[in-house]
């Protein structure tokens, strides 16, 4: 395999801080492996937008270049394209909200103003206007689109329910996870936020309302990043068939909604909350990551009238690192810490740096995902 490193190394942290919660040292604890690696000829960063089942394809996307990038297995970039713009395979807008594989060989793009589907050489092969907003802060990569067999999933609201958005309760006052035929985009079905979610008990707005999704058979796994329940629906009828907390430890901290109106209190809200971010199967195993919180006296000092200044960033880079958990049988087995920032995209675990290296202490020529399993 062309330009990869084949490596084994076992690594595993213990937790720093147990709780309660915690397993007895009787459990045998997993391991986080380190099995593989790609390196792409490219001098700039990218991020990864989706993987395909068998994980043959990488879709990435280059935001310095604004170029959507296809790889394969061995680090090839077997096809580049810059889609926003006027040409005629652009989705005319210089961002998009997320783009997803399909198993028929596509891959869809959601836009802010419609569905663009194009082939692995990323020749347009259809336009549909979509009826819906898809409701997320992040742009090219959102978690609020997603793909799986014949169904489409939006977190989202249709555009003639635009009252929504003033609403105070925004957070339990729609149905927003939807799912949606591929082919025609058709309303199959839409849920409300749990009941028994934060969100729901103390409904307003929240900075990432958007939940982390995983579909596994006949079922879908939901992980909202303000709430620290799984919850699992079947598909496609969204029945809730399954719920279990995966009990946090004390860096995270529930994050407070904010009202319409009140400027910047949603950034210093999910500042002082911890967050979910991914979660992955692995060889049985469920692995959980999230954010940590900052503490209540980091927060009373900072200006609340200015968001990304030195220290609004100060207290990011000190307490916004990533606390990992690993789940057997819906029994948390184990959380603390590893050296690594991992990502997660379709029960892929991958890193973009060693295990131990400072990211920004290497100038790189090239760029390498490091893939992971938990055994």
């Known amino acids: 395999m062309k330009n990869i490193l084949f490596v084994l190394l076992v690594v595993l942290v213990s937790c720093s801080k147990k709780d309660a919660s915690q397993p007895s040292s009787s459990i045998e604890i997993p391991e986080l492996v380190l099995t593989d690696s790609l390196v792409i000829d490219r001098l700039t960063d990218f991020v990864v937008l989706d993987v395909t089942e068998d994980q043959s394809l990488f879709l990435l996307y280059d935001w310095t270049l604004g170029e959507f990038m296809l790889s394969n297995r061995s680090g090839d970039v077997v096809k580049t394209a810059d889609l926003t713009g006027d040409g005629k395979n652009s989705f005319q807008d ?12 596509e891959i869809l793009v959601q836009t802010f103003a419609g569905l663009y589907a194009y082939d692995f050489d990323f020749i347009l092969k259809k336009k549909l ?18 793909t799986y067999g ?21 957070s339990a006052a729609y149905p ?6 591929i082919e025609t985009l058709d309303h199959i079905h839409s849920i409300n936020i749990p009941d028994q979610s934060a969100m729901a008990l103390n409904p307003g707005f929240y900075n990432n309302l958007d939940p982390i999704v995983n579909f596994r058979g006949n079922s879908v796994y939901v992980l909202y990043p ?16 399954n719920s279990f907390n995966l009990l946090p430890g004390e860096a995270y901290k ?40 900052a503490p209540q006296d980091e927060m009373d ?9 030195p220290e609004f960033q100060r207290v990011i880079d000190t307490y916004k690192k990533p606390y990992y958990q690993i789940f057997k049988d819906e029994e948390k087995i184990w959380e603390g810490q590893w050296d690594v920032t991992l990502g997660m995209v379709r029960n892929l675990i991958y890193s973009k740096h060693k295990i131990g290296e400072d990211p920004d202490s290497v100038e790189k020529d090239v760029q390498t995902l490091y893939f992971y399993e938990i055994r």
């Open 129 to 146: 206007l979509t009826t819906y907003d898809i409701v997320s802060r992040t742009v090219n990569g959102s978690r609020g689109f997603d």
């Open 94 to 105: 210089s961002y998009f909200t997320a783009a997803r594989f399909t198993d028929r060989n």
């Open 150 to 170: 014949n169904f489409i999933y939006t977190f989202s609201i249709e555009k003639d329910q635009g009252e929504t958005w003033e609403k105070e309760n925004f």
């Open 176 to 181: 927003f996870f939807t799912l949606r035929d």
């Open 301 to 309: 000092a900072l200006d609340r009238n200015i968001v990304g200044g």
């Open 254 to 293: 529930l994050a407070k909604p904010y009202k319409p109106g009140e400027g910047l209190a949603g950034f210093f809200n999910s500042l002082a909350a911890g967050e979910y971010t991914h979660f992955a199967f692995s060889n049985g195993y469920l692995i959980t990551s999230y954010e940590g919180a």
């Open 226 to 241: 303000n709430s620290p329940e799984m919850y699992v629906y079947d598909l496609p009828g969204l029945t809730l068939t």
